[in-house]
């Protein structure tokens, strides 16, 4: 009888242990199953990140509001052109220090900042592309009030209405300022809205004191509402701005970076891509010439 019960016992822990040692062996299997999906995971993931080109955009001249259907838009648009997606910036110095990282990327930028850019010394990027209005690559800034002033010095301390950002604004006063031989010792109030139409209206309706806009943007609002444009008094006018330009990282070194520039420059062609250009405030794109290049400060 005890001999049965031991044998028994014996052969049931022989039987445990051998079961235990099966369950290791398929559990190790396991582990090691799930180790290999997760590294090839992470390589395609890699791989993926690494062959997709990005359209990064940052612009100090307009306040665009809804970043969140302006990325829709073109990533609906650069994807039926290839593996391509769109992220803005609304940052200047997060956009600046992500610039200094980058090597081989496709940037929509201001001409102005842009040119910023070259004089902190980043010497690779190079503009391939500028925005058009009715076949202009350039326009020009108009500082508006309602009432007469006698100089944009008059303005300083007061609010300035403008759908560019706080640095852009007051550097691009005075610089205008400095046209009329105009030394400002005086900050302005600069009241940010989306829109150039949104400045002149604050100036209007008395929530600004002078509104900085796109001649273009006053040529409109006259052929709109000629009653209101009359009530507008323009003052100094900047000296010509090239609109936004495509820059990449020189030399190109990628097929898809060129395929890239080619889906930017064919927006006109497709309702998406014009959709795209009227956020913007673009009617289309064309290839900097070297008049253009000269007016960017480029080498020929």
Not at 26 to 41: D, E, P, W, Y
Not at 131 to 158: A, F
């Amino acid at each position: 009888m005890n001999k049965f019960f031991l044998t028994t016992i014996g052969g049931y822990m022989l039987t445990h242990i051998d079961d235990r040692h099966r369950i290791n062996k398929i559990s190790t299997r396991a582990i090691i199953v799930v180790c290999l999906v997760l590294a090839f995971t992470l390589f395609s993931w890699r791989i993926e990140a690494a062959s997709r080109n990005t359209l990064f955009f940052y612009n100090p001249e307009s306040n665009i509001n809804d970043f969140r259907s302006l990325k829709m838009l073109f990533d609906s648009y650069l994807s039926s052109n290839g593996w391509y997606q769109f992220q803005p910036f609304n940052n200047k110095s997060t956009f600046e220090r992500f610039l200094e990282k980058r090597q081989n990327d496709v940037f929509l930028l201001s001409s102005w900042h842009y040119q910023n850019l070259v004089e902190q010394g980043y010497s690779n990027l190079q503009p391939i592309l500028v925005g058009t209005i009715d076949g202009e690559s350039t326009y020009t800034k108009v500082l508006s009030t309602k009432k007469n002033v006698r100089n944009i010095k008059r303005l300083q301390g007061k609010r300035i209405a403008s759908a560019g950002d706080q640095d852009y604004t007051e550097r691009m006063l005075e610089s205008m300022a400095f046209q009329q031989r105009l030394r400002l010792n005086k900050p302005f109030k600069v009241l940010t809205v989306p829109k150039d139409i949104d400045a002149l209206m604050s100036v209007l309706f008395g929530m600004a004191q002078g509104a900085l806009t796109a001649r273009h943007s006053l040529d409109t609002l006259a052929a709109l509402n000629p009653r209101k444009y009359r009530l507008l008094r323009q003052h100094t006018e900047s000296q010509a701005i090239m609109l936004p330009v495509v820059v990449v990282h020189q030399p190109i070194s990628t097929f898809s970076t060129e395929k890239l520039l080619d889906a930017i420059e064919d927006m006109p062609h497709y309702s998406n891509g014009q959709a795209i250009l009227g956020m913007l405030g673009l009617n289309g794109w064309k290839k900097l010439t070297r008049a253009d290049m000269r007016q960017l400060s480029l080498p020929r």
